[in-house]
């Protein structure tokens, strides 16, 4: 059965919710509200919300600061650690990696809403340490302030603002980088390319709209082998996302190839919906009428015990049992393949892995990279006063009722087979000598991962796993993205 609920974005805004308040409500500030109203939606719809005491335990109106966004956060946080997972011992929505923060939950200014609609209005470009005193360009969006600036995935940051970059060993050192790249109207910038010369930019942030598909191209291996290789860089909505992933794939058919490579190593989620299309561009036509994958909400949302999603959505009876949620494939285009490699890493998240996780029981599929950040869950973005609360409401498995995948997919294991390898940033994406798209190449030609290491790599300081991870998530403050869902009618 199609589910009665699909993944989307929320583009209405600036709507405040109207929960049970007590008494003391009457007089009650805006932020007061907010906070009230956050906890009421989370004791009635969050996926775990059996581990939210009552109100006046809770006390939501006692989470204080002198920034009412962070005030919220603080809130959120507070739920977010109550459900313990008995598989780890810790809560479901720890973050080993940053402790004071949720893994999943968050509240929105609409940055992240106007984002996923696929607009953006920033620099265009996304920075990483490759080691202490390497700063480097990840990747440029297409039409975008850098892109116009000619930066290119690779470039090496030198100089910001008339400053050498510094190392990242010290918190001073990032929040000097954070502030200049996302906290500022614009930017000068010194950058060294690959050939040793060097440029000098200066940005503003500007809007512009996103192509998700960064870049897509084949590659004639010989011996029949033609790879076709597509960097998916954000789930965004699927009005936005869906004529470029046509064309990407429009292009692989037309120039036959049998074998695909999707990058999704920078990819932190978006839309279900244009994950789910995404599937259906890639699973074997004879897989369409199948089950997909299938939503599980709390007890509260299956029994229709629901009256503040009531209030802003026309829900049927039993829209939120299992079997009224459920995905099934419809192949689109014509490709045919019975392989996939996704290149990953630990910035591969939300609807990036539900892609993965709902092919896995009906191809070959290979992972390439590093452990994915494990989000197996999605959310239903709640317009509250001027922001969006943004935490777990499902749960999704795929047709083999797998999807515990809380602590992420890990390249090389006997459910993930692939390889588990580093990042290789020095290259631009669909250069053949790129440490993850090489080894998925060689693969293709001769069935193993063997590979050299490309002369630069072997003596290069590099980051762990963790520092590494921890690097990236204090240069990109933006959150990784929600599998997002609204209904299909409003009050």
């Not at 956050?38 to 719809?45: A, G, N, Q, T, V």
Request: glycine share 6%.
């Amino acid at each position: 059965m199609k589910k009665l609920f699909f993944f989307i974005i929320i583009l209405s805004a600036g709507l405040i919710a109207s929960c049970k308040k007590d008494k003391s409500t009457k007089a009650a500030s805006t932020l007061d509200q907010i906070r009230d109203s956050i906890y009421y939606y989370e004791k009635e719809d969050y996926l775990w919300n059996d581990a939210i005491p009552s109100y006046s335990t809770f006390d939501p109106r006692s989470y204080t600061s002198d920034n009412d966004q962070d005030a919220l956060n603080s809130e959120i946080f507070s739920i977010s650690q109550l459900k313990i997972n008995p598989a780890t011992n810790a809560p479901y929505e720890y973050f080993a990696t940053n402790p004071l923060v949720p893994k999943y939950s968050f509240i929105d200014d609409g940055t992240e809403t106007a984002s996923l609609n696929g607009t953006n209005g920033d620099f265009g470009f996304e920075p990483a340490y490759i080691a202490d005193e390497d700063l480097r360009v990840k990747y440029v969006y297409a039409g975008s302030p850098a892109d116009l600036a000619g930066i290119k995935r690779g470039y090496q940051i030198t100089n910001i603002n008339g400053t050498s970059t510094p190392s990242s060993d010290n918190n001073s050192n990032l929040n000097f980088v954070i502030d200049a790249i996302y906290y500022s109207p614009t930017i000068k910038m010194t950058l060294l390319k690959p050939d040793g010369t060097s440029i000098n930019v200066s940005l503003a942030t500007a809007s512009y709209t996103v192509n998700p598909v960064i870049t897509y191209k084949v590659f004639n291996e010989g011996s029949g082998h033609k790879i076709g290789y597509m960097v998916f860089n954000s789930f965004t909505a699927l009005a936005n996302a869906q004529p470029q992933l046509n064309t990407a794939f429009d292009y692989f058919i037309t120039n036959g190839i049998n074998e695909l490579v999707v990058d999704l190593r920078y990819n932190g989620g978006g839309a279900g919906e244009t994950a789910e299309y995404l599937d259906d561009l890639i699973v074997p036509a004879a897989k369409s009428n199948t089950l997909m994958y299938t939503q599980y909400f709390n007890s509260n949302l299956q029994n229709d015990k629901d009256p503040l999603l009531s209030k802003k959505y026309n829900l049927n009876p039993g829209q939120f049992l299992p079997a009224n949620n459920q995905t099934q494939f419809v192949k689109k285009l014509s490709l045919n393949i019975s392989r996939v490699f996704f290149i990953v890493t630990n910035e591969t998240a939300s609807s990036s892995e539900l892609t993965i996780n709902n092919l896995l029981p009906e191809l070959n599929i290979i992972l390439i990279g590093s452990t994915t950040y494990g989000k197996p869950v999605g959310e239903i973005p709640i317009p509250i006063n001027k922001y969006y609360l943004y935490s777990p409401q499902l749960y999704v498995e795929n047709s083999a009722n797998k999807g515990d995948y809380y602590s992420g997919m890990i390249p090389g294991t006997g459910t993930y087979p692939g390889k588990l390898a580093a990042d290789d940033i020095t290259k631009e994406f669909g250069d053949s000598t790129e440490m993850l798209l090489s080894y998925a190449l060689n693969y293709v030609k001769d069935g193993t991962f063997a590979l050299k290491i490309p002369q630069g790599l072997s003596n290069q300081k590099t980051f762990s796993v963790e520092q590494s991870r921890a690097v990236s998530l204090e240069l990109n403050k933006h959150k990784f993205r929600p599998m997002i869902f609204k209904s299909k009618a409003k009050r």
